[in-house]
């Protein structure tokens, strides 16, 4: 009998020491990455309903991933897992490189919006010849606990759920990214009290902000865009770079077409422009750097900025202004755009009208004065001249620093 219970004790011991979630992190039980496939990951996602119209994008169909190798896919799996499931302490990662690592590392945040719990830092260290990473020391190191969490994407679920009643499940891709944006423009306001102080409101970076409390800065727009294109079937990614300071915004993929799409600058002031929709690298350049790809930033120090995924994008086609027919490409058009698209719009009872130009006009709103270059006074004059009873009395412009257009409002 004493037998029987050892035996039975020691069974116990050795399950508990195994676990079941993670088998490759065991201390014994170094991991090979090369080795190890998607087939291995354990990873859900708990807030995307099941009967949402369109299919979400897949965990391991977004674009961080693709940019890895054999050996740092199979690390980007493992920490996949144990983000997961909010492991603590040191993890072995084997034989691979630190820089390995960092990639795999950054590629996995690039593509995981939904992991709104990671803390903003993590630590590395060499054991022998393995490499170790460090996500949290101790459960208290992860953002949120596990019980606000479960809350957290159960809001999240349900700000989903809500969304997708909206929709018929006929609407293009851009439609459904249209509708994406001007909601999420309409839920958060910019957090201008904490952008420069992280530690005020970890949650304006995260998609916990956006959704959940309305109030971010540019990177919780970004994911919250990101999350929402997911759930849309629309694949999307960020980009960081430089505008006034540091900037995060969107790429995403319309009809196989890349494209910048910059929702916070778009929010400006909470005035929901579409300035920045799905607008060409060219046009993104003309306001801001991007950040250096993560392979030319090197090694020495991990939270360098650098962007692991950035598609060339040249495509014009489902930019908002070229289908809202307020696209104007040359110079010489600029009189008769502006006359017939004012008069059409204050003939339906509109107060206001947007235009974008191209690039190659040399337009940038704030360092370019506006009236002048687009004579807008003598535009609104040969307008009125056609308007009749519905002349525009008084009028003004506007715009966002940097973008290649502006606002005429009456």
Aim: aromatic share 12%; proline share 3%; charged share 20%.
């Amino acid at each position: 009998m004493k037998r029987l219970i050892t035996v039975l004790l020691l069974i116990l011991i050795l399950i508990s020491a195994v676990g079941c979630d993670l088998p490759f992190f065991g201390e014994s039980d170094t991991p090979d990455p090369g080795k190890i496939t998607e087939a291995d990951s354990v990873s859900t996602f708990n807030i995307y309903p099941e009967t949402l119209h369109f299919k979400p994008i897949e965990k391991f169909e977004r674009v961080g991933f693709g940019e890895l190798n054999k050996t740092q896919k199979g690390i980007y799996i493992l920490l996949d897992n144990a983000i997961f499931n909010m492991q603590t302490g040191y993890i072995s990662l084997g034989t691979v490189s630190q820089n390995d690592i960092r990639k795999a590392y950054f590629a996995l945040k690039l593509d995981r919006p939904e992991y709104f719990w990671i803390p903003s830092t993590y630590s590395l260290r060499s054991n022998g010849n393995k490499n170790e990473i460090c996500l949290a020391k101790s459960s208290s190191d992860w953002l949120y606990t596990t019980s606000e969490r479960k809350n957290l994407e159960a809001e999240i679920f349900k700000f989903l759920t809500n969304f997708d009643q909206g929709l018929t499940g006929d609407e293009t891709q851009y439609s459904r990214e249209l509708v994406a944006h001007d909601t999420l423009n309409e839920l958060i306001e910019y957090d201008y009290e904490n952008v420069d102080n992280y530690s005020n409101n970890p949650a304006a970076w995260d998609i916990t902000g956006a959704i959940c409390r309305g109030k971010a800065v540019c990177e919780g727009y970004s994911k919250a865009m990101q999350v929402l294109s997911y759930a849309l079937g629309i694949n999307c990614s960020t980009v960081t770079g430089i505008a006034t300071g540091p900037h995060m915004w969107n790429v995403i993929c319309i009809d196989n077409s890349w494209y910048h799409l910059d929702l916070t600058a778009n929010d400006s002031q909470n005035n929901g422009y579409r300035f920045y929709f799905n607008v060409t690298t060219e046009y993104i350049l003309k306001s801001r750097t991007v950040d250096a790809d993560f392979d030319t930033v090197g090694t020495a120090n991990i939270n360098d900025r650098s962007n692991i995924f950035l598609p060339k994008c040249t495509a014009t086609e489902q930019n908002y202004h070229v289908l809202e027919s307020t696209y104007i490409a040359e110079k010489k058009q600029v009189e008769s755009t502006l006359v017939s698209i004012i008069c059409a719009a204050r003939r339906q009872g509109k107060r206001s009208v947007e235009f974008a130009v191209s690039p190659e006009m040399g337009f940038v709103f704030g360092n370019t004065d506006t009236a002048k270059f687009f004579n807008i006074e003598k535009c609104i004059s040969i307008a009125n001249s056609e308007l009749g009873s519905k002349r525009i009395k008084k009028f003004n412009y506007g715009g966002v620093n940097g973008a290649l257009g502006f606002v005429i409002s009456w």
